[in-house]
Every structure is written in C-alpha cells, then in structure tokens.
C-alpha cells in the first residue's frame, strides 16, 4: 500500500529533511498504513501452521535443531546430600521414592512469643 498523493515522497538521502520533517511524514503515513493491517493475524497463522505445507516445514525445524543441539536430555540429578533434619525446622519434607505422588511437605507454624505488659 502507497502513501496518498497529499504525503510527499521521502527523499533519497535521509539526511536531507530534518527530524521535525521525518515526524510529519510519519504521522502522515500511519494512517495509511494502517488500514492494511485490519485484519487479525491469528486466523492466517493457523491456517499456516496447521496446513499440511506448515506441518512439513515445522517438523524439518525440530529435526534440524535436534540435529545441531541434540535431543533435549533433561535430566534430574541429586548433586550433593542435604543436612540432616533438625527438629526446629520450620517445615518436614517425607519423600517416597516408590510412589512421588505420596511426597509431602508439612509446614510447622512457628511458636508465638508470649507478649509481656509492662
């Protein structure tokens, strides 16, 4: 889309106009180019990705970062021990190693201090 005939054209050198020139020529034209972009881009981005062509394209994409960076090897290790548990720990943690869903985490209010009156 071009800008209408009331807008001048820029000149080649950009160097010729002066800021306040470039802000006028700006404002001009934003109008009109905006009124391209009405319409949403969602609908166009799923028509692409889930078009047979998209589908093709964005797997050869993981492909080809699996085969520059490897497979993601996403692994969780204990690194060191922890200390053992004190009694005056503000939490308990139990873990089940057979059956992580049983894990808890218990969390201990702290004793209140009993405020004196002077």
Do not use: C
């Not at 520059?68 to 089940?96: H, N, W």
């Not at 049983?102 to 209010?109: L, M």
């Amino acid at each position: 889309m071009t800008p209408s005939a009331s807008v001048p054209e820029p000149p080649r050198d950009p160097e010729e106009w002066t800021d306040d020139e470039w802000i006028s020529y700006l404002e001009q034209t934003d109008e009109t180019f905006s009124e391209a972009f009405t319409q949403p881009v969602e609908p166009l981005l799923g028509k692409v990705t889930k078009s047979s062509g998209g589908q093709i394209i964005g797997n050869a994409m993981l492909g080809m970062a699996q085969a520059i960076y490897g497979k993601d090897k996403t692994e969780i290790a204990i690194v060191s021990e922890g200390q053992p548990a004190r009694g005056d720990e503000p939490f308990k943690v139990t873990l089940d190693l057979e059956h992580p869903e049983d894990s808890t985490v218990v969390f201990r209010t702290p004793p209140q201090a009993e405020s004196s009156s002077e």
